[in-house]
C-alpha cells in the first residue's frame, strides 16, 4: 500500500504504482448512491468510488477492496475526550493534523542506536528547534495563520517497524521498544508525536514560525 502514489487533480485523483500502472478515480456525483462504512467504532456515510478502482487495488493487494469517498462532507465527530464540541474529521485515524519535531526523533533515534526515517511516523506537520519532546507539553500553538489545540499524544503501532519505501519490515521492536521504555503513556502505549485540531483556516507554509500559545505539564510516564 505504501507503494502506491496519489495525485489530486480537479475533478478526482490518480493512483499510480511501479508495476500496476495509472488507475484515474473521478469525483463521485453529488447524487451517487451511499452506504456505511465503518471507522473504528464510528458509522460513516460513504460512496463507491469507482469498479476500476476497486480492480485495480484489488489485484495489487490480493485481497478483495473497496475504495470509497466521504460523503459527508463533515465527516465524523473526533472522539471524545478531545472534542471540544464540533470537531470533526474524515477518515484520518484521529484528528486532521499530526506533529512531529526533528530533535524528538533525533533523540529516539540516540537512544534506540539506529537512525529511524520520520516518514515511519506519517507525520501532517514537522517542527524543529524545540528541546526534545517539548511538544508533549504544548496545549495551544500557532503556525502561520492557523491556531491548533493539541488534542492528545499518538499511541505508535506495528507500522513504524517497516520501510516507507517499501512496506518490508526494518525491525520487529524498534522503534516501538524505545519508546515504551521511556515515552509510554500510563497504559502502557508507544507515544510519538501530538493530534493537532486547528481551530481556523488559513494557511501553513515551509519555514514557517511555531508560535506556543499555551503549555502545561506532561501526561506521558
Same mark, same amino acid.
Given at each position: 500500500m505504501v507503494q502506491v502514489e496519489v495525485e489530486t487533480k480537479p475533478d478526482g485523483?490518480?493512483? /499510480?504504482?511501479?508495476?500496476?500502472?495509472?488507475?484515474?478515480?473521478?469525483?463521485?456525483?453529488?447524487?451517487?448512491?451511499?452506504?456505511?462504512?465503518?471507522?473504528?467504532?464510528?458509522?460513516?456515510?460513504?460512496?463507491?468510488?469507482?469498479?476500476?478502482?476497486?480492480?485495480?487495488?484489488?489485484?495489487?493487494?490480493?485481497?478483495?477492496?473497496?475504495?470509497?469517498?466521504?460523503?459527508?462532507?463533515?465527516? /465524523?465527530?473526533?472522539?471524545?475526550?478531545?472534542?471540544?464540541?464540533?470537531?470533526?474529521?474524515?477518515?484520518?485515524?484521529?484528528?486532521?493534523?499530526?506533529?512531529?519535531?526533528?530533535?524528538?526523533?533525533?533523540?529516539?533515534?540516540?537512544?534506540?542506536?539506529?537512525?529511524?526515517d520520520m516518514r515511519r511516523f506519517r507525520p501532517n506537520l514537522v517542527v524543529s528547534?524545540?528541546?526534545?519532546?517539548?511538544?508533549?507539553?504544548? /496545549?495551544?500553538?500557532?503556525?502561520?495563520?492557523?491556531?491548533?489545540?493539541?488534542?492528545?499524544?499518538?499511541?505508535?503501532?506495528?507500522?513504524?517497524?517497516?520501510?516507507?519505501?517499501?512496506?518490508?519490515?526494518?525491525?520487529?521492536?524498534?522503534?516501538?521498544?524505545?519508546?515504551?521504555?521511556?515515552?509510554?503513556?500510563?497504559?502502557?502505549?508507544?507515544?510519538?508525536?501530538?493530534?493537532?485540531?486547528?481551530?481556523?483556516?488559513?494557511?501553513?507554509?515551509?519555514?514557517?514560525?511555531?508560535?506556543?500559545?499555551?503549555?502545561?505539564?506532561?501526561?506521558?510516564?
Open positions: 485523483i490518480v493512483l /499510480r504504482h511501479a508495476d500496476a500502472g495509472a488507475c484515474f478515480v473521478s469525483t463521485p456525483p453529488q447524487d451517487a448512491p451511499e452506504g456505511i462504512v465503518r471507522i473504528w467504532e464510528c458509522s460513516v456515510r460513504a460512496v463507491a468510488a469507482s469498479s476500476e478502482a476497486d480492480e485495480y487495488l484489488s489485484l495489487l493487494l490480493g485481497t478483495p477492496l473497496r475504495l470509497v469517498y466521504l460523503a459527508n462532507r463533515r465527516g /465524523r465527530r473526533v472522539e471524545r475526550p478531545i472534542n471540544a464540541g464540533e470537531d470533526h474529521v474524515s477518515f484520518a485515524d484521529v484528528t486532521p493534523i499530526l506533529l512531529t519535531s526533528t530533535t524528538s526523533l533525533a533523540d529516539l533515534s540516540e537512544r534506540a542506536g539506529c537512525n529511524i528547534g524545540a528541546a526534545p519532546f517539548a511538544e508533549d507539553t504544548w /496545549r495551544e500553538i500557532k503556525i502561520g495563520t492557523v491556531r491548533f489545540r493539541v488534542a492528545a499524544p499518538c499511541a505508535r503501532c506495528a507500522i513504524t517497524t517497516r520501510d516507507p519505501d517499501t512496506g518490508e519490515q526494518i525491525d520487529p521492536y524498534e522503534p516501538l521498544r524505545t519508546l515504551q521504555r521511556f515515552h509510554r503513556a500510563r497504559d502502557g502505549g508507544a507515544m510519538f508525536g501530538q493530534y493537532l485540531i486547528p481551530d481556523n483556516e488559513g494557511i501553513v507554509g515551509i519555514g514557517d514560525k511555531v508560535e506556543v500559545l499555551s503549555a502545561g505539564g506532561s501526561n506521558l510516564m
